[in-house]
């Protein structure tokens, strides 16, 4: 659990990351490379004083993840790789800042976009909402879980199984884990002072991923569309106070 002093610096990594992807919004569209959407990043993490979360981590070797259509979460910025006109592209960022981590996503979109991943972009950001209003002191963390999964579910999409959201703050990732499925009222009691990174991956067909040939990208296995949000929150007062509120 993190007192009030240290979830105030958490807020300032956080505010950081969710400027990167405010910064980012500006730049999204046809023919721009997940390279140079990674390269805008890093020039702002900098400019802050802070350090990408990402870069270097398990020799991850760049600040974003970039996962376009099908790519689930982890895609690799490329300069070979341009957003194409009715794209989806989700982007996750982690900034280190005094000691402290922030991690947030959004799933954007290029242009204009088919009615099936409008509905799963809605569906997603939805679903982190509705896991976040599990975070109340006194519930549990499978609570959330069952929030995000029930809410995709709703909507005839599936809540990846591979991929989990996390506790945050002096390290990237830390306990508890946060599934995006399951039955509600199992797992740790949610606390004052608990930092948590909640982070539904939503397919639009069945749940399944695979993993690609450069060990990161990891894929529906179906081929379907993927979408991913992704907010710090803190327990605060006994509920959940938004730390990379997008702005
Ligand atoms: N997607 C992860 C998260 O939000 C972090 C990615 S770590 C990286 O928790 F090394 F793949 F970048
Ligand atoms: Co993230
Ligand atoms: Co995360």
Sequence with gaps: M??????????????IAAGVLTALEKNISEGIS????????????????????????????AALCTSINEVVVHGIPSKKVKLRQGDIVGIDVGVFLDGYYGDTARTFKVGTIRKEAQTLLKATYEALMQGIG??????????????????????GFSAVREFVGHGVGASLHEEPSIPNFGEPGKGPRIVEGMVLAIEPMINA????????????????????????FEHTVAVVNGKAKILTEWG
Aim: one cysteine or more; proline letters at 2%.
């Design 2 to 15: 993190y007192s009030a002093e240290q979830i105030e610096k958490i807020h300032r990594a956080c505010i």
């Design 34 to 61: 997940t390279f140079e959407l990674d390269k805008i990043a890093r020039e702002f993490i900098a400019a802050r004083k802070a350090k990408p979360a990402f870069l270097g981590y398990r020799g991850y070797p």
């Design 134 to 155: 599990q975070v109340v002191e006194g519930n549990r963390i499978s609570d959330i879980s069952h929030a995000v999964e029930s809410h995709a579910r709703r909507y």
């Design 205 to 228: 067909g069945s749940f399944e991923v695979k993993v690609r040939e450069d060990g990161w990208t990891a894929v529906t296995a179906d081929g379907s569309l993927s979408a991913h």
